[in-house]
């Protein structure tokens, strides 16, 4: 597993967060208050609003300036919200819609530069796992397995899981707002187009949810949760045909597949006006909620689900159960999810047959000298330190394709893995620092670099600087060298590292002459010269 990571006292006062969730759909604000003593959070303040960030243009598949406009006045008021409250730390996360539009990263940084609001973008499998992590936060699992389903705007999520981990994450392009736009034209919803609707979800869900009955064991009976609006509305909406005080909370509301085929039945025969006259459909939910219907109803049917149970968290609440992972405020039944990266990170070297034993060397000679020049030659910190450990681990997974280039198709390989638990910048960074072990140092003319923001080219430079040094120490990839301590002298500007040989008689001649070789870059990033002493 990943190097031990330096002692970190774990605080003990009440400590406000704010997580907001920028959908397709909706953008959502919780604030929650953190007792890291027992660890848990209670909910002190949500808000919501339905901005449509998935309105992108029809030709060029761009976020529209409208939508834009929408999307900022709402975080602005996330941000004001969740300030008033005392929040000192404010996790957002975009999905589907900013995920795939080609403006995307444009609109994340035009939020970074108005508002100072850093937002990280996830892939579709990261996205499926903080909601089970939300869920896992707000729901009792017993021995049984359970399915999870959320439908977004532009996506649905599909996870199996029981209480110890996720078995399959899955990320499906089917989503209300995607799925209304692309099908239904007609008012009310056309027998033919609800035909044809139908038949493109099973379609595209179907590899999805064969996956997840591959992987349930004989034997085991799992239940089905759904979480986030349109299936909270669907349950709403059934539970005001039995009763006029629906329940409140809805978390742990069942309702039959039976219920809901009559409800979707009962939606598409009515035109819009209609539809939005129910209690508690917002107008804009009246707009999606056909689409989102027919998508639960299939997945329930194909998976042969009877009834499903609703669960209020999901992925607002998966972000603040992520970040208490990170900053080790849990370590009691969700332990085993602080491991995720490392778990990501060797299934992927696995994958590409990466040589384990040379790669954790290198990983660990990366990070020690990481913490023995902190404070020192750089000013970088735990997330820097992880991911330099990743990219150290997977630096030579581009052999898989080819020796020759290997450093770029490492950058490929890395790039397009899907590391569970990392943001979509973070991957970008490991991937940046594995392609930079050799050959040339970073160049702003490189497709991959240049897109970069200075203070993120300024972490490739630096750490893809240090793993060049670890990959010189074990350049026989052999362990002659067991340990590296590292001296640094400001004043003669010279650092020198005194390498331990793993056996005393050994003179490591071609790691010393490596690191010559390899030594250059680092000493013109730092400005000063390195010294390798054997002994």
């Given at each position: 597993?990943?190097?031990?990571?330096?002692?970190?006292?774990?605080?003990?006062?009440?400590?406000?967060?704010?997580?907001?969730?920028?959908?397709?759909?909706?953008?959502?604000?919780?604030?929650?208050?953190?007792?890291?003593?027992?660890?848990?959070?209670?909910?002190?303040?949500?808000?919501?609003?339905?901005?449509?960030?998935?309105?992108?243009?029809?030709?060029?598949?761009?976020?529209?300036?409208?939508?834009?406009?929408?999307?900022?006045?709402?975080?602005?008021?996330?941000?004001?919200?969740?300030?008033?409250?005392?929040?000192?730390?404010?996790?957002?996360?975009?999905?589907?819609?900013?995920?795939?539009?080609?403006?995307?990263?444009?609109?994340?940084?035009?939020?970074?530069?108005?508002?100072?609001?850093?937002?990280?973008?996830?892939?579709?499998?990261?996205?499926?796992?903080?909601?089970?992590?939300?869920?896992?936060?707000?729901?009792?699992?017993?021995?049984?397995?359970?399915?999870?389903?959320?439908?977004?705007?532009?996506?649905?999520?599909?996870?199996?899981?029981?209480?110890?981990?996720?078995?399959?994450?899955?990320?499906?392009?089917?989503?209300?707002?995607?799925?209304?736009?692309?099908?239904?034209?007609?008012?009310?919803?056309?027998?033919?187009?609800?035909?044809?609707?139908?038949?493109?979800?099973?379609?595209?869900?179907?590899?999805?949810?064969?996956?997840?009955?591959?992987?349930?064991?004989?034997?085991?009976?799992?239940?089905?949760?759904?979480?986030?609006?349109?299936?909270?509305?669907?349950?709403?909406?059934?539970?005001?045909?039995?009763?006029?005080?629906?329940?409140?909370?809805?978390?742990?509301?069942?309702?039959?597949?039976?219920?809901?085929?009559?409800?979707?039945?009962?939606?598409?025969?009515?035109?819009?006006?209609?539809?939005?006259?129910?209690?508690?459909?917002?107008?804009?939910?009246?707009?999606?909620?056909?689409?989102?219907?027919?998508?639960?109803?299939?997945?329930?049917?194909?998976?042969?689900?009877?009834?499903?149970?609703?669960?209020?968290?999901?992925?607002?609440?998966?972000?603040?159960?992520?970040?208490?992972?990170?900053?080790?405020?849990?370590?009691?039944?969700?332990?085993?999810?602080?491991?995720?990266?490392?778990?990501?990170?060797?299934?992927?070297?696995?994958?590409?047959?990466?040589?384990?034993?040379?790669?954790?060397?290198?990983?660990?000679?990366?990070?020690?000298?990481?913490?023995?020049?902190?404070?020192?030659?750089?000013?970088?910190?735990?997330?820097?330190?992880?991911?330099?450990?990743?990219?150290?681990?997977?630096?030579?997974?581009?052999?898989?394709?080819?020796?020759?280039?290997?450093?770029?198709?490492?950058?490929?390989?890395?790039?397009?893995?899907?590391?569970?638990?990392?943001?979509?910048?973070?991957?970008?960074?490991?991937?940046?620092?594995?392609?930079?072990?050799?050959?040339?140092?970073?160049?702003?003319?490189?497709?991959?670099?240049?897109?970069?923001?200075k203070p993120n080219r300024q972490r490739v430079d630096q750490l893809s600087a240090i793993l060049r040094l670890a990959v010189a120490l074990d350049r026989r990839q052999i362990g002659a060298i067991s340990q590296v301590n590292a001296a640094y002298n400001p004043h003669h500007q010279i650092l020198q590292l005194h390498l331990t040989p793993t056996d005393p008689t050994d003179p490591c001649?071609?790691?010393?002459?490596?690191?010559?070789?390899?030594?250059?870059?680092?000493?013109?990033?730092?400005?000063?010269?390195?010294?390798?002493?054997?002994?």
């Amino acid at each position: 597993m990943a190097a031990s990571l330096p002692p970190q006292s774990v605080p003990t006062k009440p400590i406000i967060l704010g997580a907001i969730d920028i959908g397709t759909n909706s953008i959502h604000l919780v604030v929650v208050k953190i007792e890291p003593q027992f660890p848990s959070f209670s909910i002190i303040a949500k808000e919501k609003d339905t901005v449509r960030l998935g309105d992108r243009d029809l030709h060029t598949g761009n976020l529209t300036p409208e939508a834009i406009a929408r999307a900022l006045a709402t975080l602005r008021r996330c941000q004001d919200l969740a300030l008033s409250f005392g929040a000192k730390h404010l996790l957002a996360v975009a999905t589907s819609a900013t995920r795939e539009a080609p403006n995307g990263q444009e609109f994340i940084q035009q939020v970074e530069r108005e508002l100072g609001l850093q937002i990280d973008l996830i892939s579709g499998p990261e996205e499926a796992r903080r909601i089970y992590l939300g869920v896992l936060s707000g729901w009792e699992f017993n021995e049984q397995p359970q399915v999870i389903i959320d439908i977004g705007g532009g996506s649905t999520e599909l996870i199996l899981c029981d209480r110890h981990d996720t078995r399959y994450l899955s990320s499906t392009k089917v989503g209300a707002v995607r799925l209304t736009q692309e099908f239904i034209h007609s008012d009310p919803v056309s027998p033919a187009e609800l035909t044809y609707l139908r038949a493109y979800v099973r379609g595209m869900l179907e590899r999805s949810i064969e996956q997840i009955r591959s992987q349930i064991q004989p034997g085991e009976t799992p239940c089905l949760i759904g979480t986030s609006g349109t299936i909270e509305t669907l349950a709403l909406l059934q539970a005001r045909t039995v009763s006029e005080e629906p329940p409140s909370p809805l978390n742990g509301y069942t309702i039959s597949r039976e219920q809901l085929n009559q409800l979707t039945e009962q939606l598409a025969q009515l035109p819009y006006g209609d539809r939005a006259l129910f209690p508690g459909m917002s107008e804009r939910r009246a707009e999606i909620i056909v689409a989102g219907a027919v998508i639960l109803l299939e997945a329930m049917e194909m998976l042969g689900m009877a009834e499903i149970s609703i669960c209020e968290r999901a992925l607002r609440e998966g972000i603040i159960v992520d970040w208490m992972l990170t900053h080790r405020l849990i370590a009691d039944k969700l332990h085993y999810q602080s491991e995720v990266r490392d778990r990501s990170v060797y299934s992927i070297a696995q994958k590409y047959q990466v040589n384990m034993d040379y790669s954790e060397r290198v990983a660990k000679f990366a990070v020690d000298l990481f913490d023995q020049l902190q404070g020192k030659l750089h000013f970088w910190n735990e997330q820097e330190r992880d991911i330099l450990w990743a990219a150290g681990m997977l630096h030579n997974s581009g052999l898989y394709i080819s020796h020759a280039a290997h450093h770029k198709h490492s950058y490929y390989l890395i790039r397009h893995a899907e590391l569970l638990g990392y943001t979509e910048l973070e991957v970008e960074l490991i991937a940046n620092i594995a392609r930079y072990h050799r050959k040339s140092k970073p160049k702003k003319k490189h497709p991959n670099y240049h897109p970069l923001t200075k203070p993120n080219r300024q972490r490739v430079d630096q750490l893809s600087a240090i793993l060049r040094l670890a990959v010189a120490l074990d350049r026989r990839q052999i362990g002659a060298i067991s340990q590296v301590n590292a001296a640094y002298n400001p004043h003669h500007q010279i650092l020198q590292l005194h390498l331990t040989p793993t056996d005393p008689t050994d003179p490591c001649e071609l790691e010393c002459w490596s690191l010559n070789y390899k030594k250059d870059v680092f000493e013109e990033e730092f400005h000063l010269r390195v010294e390798g002493l054997v002994g």
